[in-house]
């Protein structure tokens, strides 16, 4: 089985930082692209960022200049270190990966349980 666990998510001020981790374990074989999802109350889930298995990232413009998106192929993890935080980043934010379990030659999509980020004004 493969599992992406997360985990730094938090309560911050306004202005503070926080830096997400997602790692993906089990039996896999290779990781394609991975990213960062937010989710708020009442609205629909939306990508924060993303990064290929090539270093190609990509941002919401609500973040651009201030998150950055990372992973570390050797741990099969990707990051987000989030700066300048606001009150409209708080979300539960999701870790996401398209990969190929081993053995498998079919690419899935995997969801992290989610890690709640609070900003307070």
């Known amino acids: 089985q493969v599992q992406l666990v997360e985990s730094g998510g938090g309560l911050v001020q306004a202005g503070g930082s926080l830096r997400l981790s997602c790692a993906a374990s089990?039996?896999?074989?290779?990781?394609?692209?991975m990213g960062w999802y937010r989710q708020a109350p009442g609205k629909q889930r939306e990508l924060v960022a993303g990064?290929?298995?090539?270093?190609?990232?990509n941002y919401a413009d609500s973040v651009k200049g201030r998150f950055t998106i990372s992973r570390d192929n050797a741990k099969n993890t990707v990051y987000l270190q989030m700066s300048s935080l606001k009150p409209e980043d708080t979300a539960v934010y999701y870790c996401n990966a398209d990969l190929f379990a081993s053995g498998s030659v079919y690419l899935r999509t995997y969801w992290g349980q989610g890690t709640q980020v609070t900003v307070s004004s």
């Open positions: 990064i290929t298995n090539g270093g190609t990232t």
């Open positions: 089990g039996r896999l074989s290779s990781i394609n692209t």
